[in-house]
């Protein structure tokens, strides 16, 4: 059974740090893209960041250049998603997906493969 489980979410203060993850179980995470999304309440899913599958390329949303990092350790089956320079804005629950492939994308149809979700709270 494919399953894609996200740890890391709390609550952190403004300006602060935090490193979500996603761990796969089922499958090998070395020939799937993966891409992290977010959902505030009342709001459309979005997408953060992510990771192609066996070439060293990554894409990030406007919102978070230069502030979120992703990376991915196959050896693990774990992808990660280091978050500095936290902003109240950045609240949401956090997905990471998965898409058979080499190139990843920020388009959220082309993901198939979903984890539940880390809740990540930026407030004083």
């Known amino acids: 059974q494919l399953q894609l489980v996200e740890s890391g979410g709390g609550l952190v203060q403004p300006g602060g740090s935090l490193r979500v993850s996603c761990v796969a179980s089922?499958?090998?995470?070395?020939?799937?893209?993966v891409g992290w999304f977010r959902q505030a309440p009342g709001k459309e899913r979005e997408a953060v960041s992510c990771?192609?599958?066996?070439?060293?390329?990554?894409n990030y949303a406007d919102a978070v250049k230069g502030r979120f990092t992703i990376s991915r350790d196959n050896a693990k089956n774990t992808v990660y998603l280091r978050m500095d320079s936290l902003k109240p804005e950045d609240t949401a629950v956090y997905y990471c997906?998965?898409?058979?492939?080499?190139?990843?994308?920020?388009?959220?149809?082309?993901?198939?493969?979903w984890g539940q979700g880390t809740q990540v709270t930026v407030s004083s």
């Open positions: 089922g499958f090998t995470l070395d020939y799937y893209a």
């Open positions: 997906a998965a898409s058979r492939g080499v190139f990843c994308t920020l388009e959220v149809h082309e993901y198939n493969h």
């Open positions: 990771v192609s599958s066996t070439v060293d390329s990554t």
